[in-house]
């Protein structure tokens, strides 16, 4: 085993990246808290700054994945279409198989330059997530309780609150509305037959309604669905975990650009027309497993520096306080001191661990368990 393999694997360096992103993570917050006023003064500034404060939270999530574990992404789109990436708003449809696709979503956001402000209609639960979570109300992401009859009004308000956003954004949607899991895949296709709808093979049937809310009240304002379906190469299924442990994974992504003016207005239609996509999703997945590639060309972005940066910056800033705390600990020989440490070192350990856990297929709620609504979470 290498040095660098060493470092990347041990304890110790995991736990040094875990304080950097809860401090710093929690200082953001703060500061996030501090911009309320701003939004009663000027609401687009307001807006901005905190773009640029999410940037710098979740760019270290990226910096965990481009340049810590080294994971390449490959994007394979029609070159026509690429010079309009990060210079429009788009829906993003994407495949929710994996856990660590949200953070693949993010790294592309990146390297388009729209991380600060990307979007995604999360499930209410993930709101609570300290740093991620409260870095996202004010990021104004909207948030779903899974239960249409009240979703339907707070998640048309939170659209329609995005219509004048000062900066680019593109608004993630996970359609099949929960993780991949052989059970939920098997009950989906038994809803798939009582509708009478194709079945399918790789993804979950996709909930519709939340597609047709998005598309229908960013009209106007979003020019583009980004139809998104991801893979890792040699069949691999990735962990936050891994990714924390140094371990390089390849990200293969295939990328449509279709015209929002494309897609039907009335309800029913916009829903057979997913219904069609996420049947010619399955297809390309098909194809990658059959040939390991997507059609068409791959025109990757290249990674940037901002998120190495970003992170470099707090580890210097963070690793001062650290230090001087260690110190004193050591000088002070005080039982009491060193046990209150290790109590909330503990406490700290704990508490990443569990936010790992929030992307832990095995974790997953049982939204889609079953074909009521019952036990939803
Ligand atoms: C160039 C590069 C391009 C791209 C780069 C890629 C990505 C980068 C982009 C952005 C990144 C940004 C951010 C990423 C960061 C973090 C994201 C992390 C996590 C958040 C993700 C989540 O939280 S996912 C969960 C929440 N989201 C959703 O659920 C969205 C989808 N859901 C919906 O749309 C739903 O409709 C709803 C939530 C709005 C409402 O749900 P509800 O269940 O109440 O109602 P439904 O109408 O959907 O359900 C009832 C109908 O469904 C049928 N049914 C019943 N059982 C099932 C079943 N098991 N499976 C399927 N269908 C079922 C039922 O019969 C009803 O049918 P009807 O015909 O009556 O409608
Ligand atoms: C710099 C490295 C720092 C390491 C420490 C990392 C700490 C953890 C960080 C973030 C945790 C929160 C991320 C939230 C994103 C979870 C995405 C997700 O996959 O949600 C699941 C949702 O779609 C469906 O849920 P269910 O399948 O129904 O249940």
């Known amino acids: 085993m290498s040095l660098v393999q060493l470092l990347k694997s041990h304890f110790l360096s995991h736990l040094f990246i875990c304080y950097v992103f809860l401090v710093s993570g929690l200082i953001i917050n703060l500061l996030q808290l501090c911009t309320l006023p701003l939004w009663l003064l000027n609401k687009q500034l307001a807006r901005k700054v905190n773009c640029r404060f999410a940037y710098t939270v979740s760019s270290q999530l990226v910096a965990a994945l481009e340049w810590w574990s080294g994971t390449e992404c490959s994007l394979y789109t029609d070159p026509k279409s690429y010079p309009l990436y990060g210079k429009e708003n788009a829906i993003v449809v994407l495949n929710h198989s994996f856990e660590i696709d949200f953070l693949c979503g993010w790294t592309f956001c990146e390297r388009f330059g729209v991380l600060g402000s990307s979007k995604v209609l999360a499930k209410k639960e993930l709101a609570y997530v300290p740093i991620i979570g409260w870095m996202w109300y004010f990021q104004e992401i909207v948030f779903c309780k899974r239960k249409w009859e009240e979703d339907r009004k707070t998640v048309t308000q939170s659209l329609q609150n995005l219509r004048d956003y000062p900066e680019n954004y593109w608004f993630l949607l996970y359609c099949e509305g929960t993780r991949f899991t052989t059970e939920k895949h098997r009950i989906s296709m038994q809803v798939a037959e009582t509708k009478g ?149 503990t406490a700290a350990s704990v508490g990443v661990r569990w936010m790992i856990g929030q992307t832990e297929i095995n974790r997953s709620s049982n939204y889609g368990s079953k074909t009521t609504r019952q036990n939803n979470n």
């Open 197 to 345: 709808l194709p079945k399918l093979k790789y993804h979950l049937l996709p909930r519709t309604k939340g597609f047709w809310v998005t598309v229908q009240n960013l009209r106007g304002t979003v020019a583009a669905v980004y139809d998104s379906t991801l893979n890792f190469r040699n069949n691999v299924m990735p962990t936050l975990l891994g990714i924390l442990s140094g371990k390089k994974y390849h990200a293969d992504l295939y990328v449509r650009r279709i015209p929002l003016d494309v897609i039907p207005e009335d309800e029913s239609e916009c829903a057979d027309w997913l219904h069609k996509l996420y049947q010619e999703k399955d297809s390309f997945q098909d194809g990658y497993m059959q040939t390991g590639r997507y059609p068409g060309p791959i025109v990757s972005p290249p990674r940037r520096p901002w998120s190495l940066i970003n992170w470099l910056f707090w580890s210097c800033l963070l690793l001062y306080p650290l230090g001087l705390l260690l110190a004193q600990l050591i000088i002070s020989g005080s039982v009491m001191t060193i046990l209150s440490t290790v109590v909330l070192c």
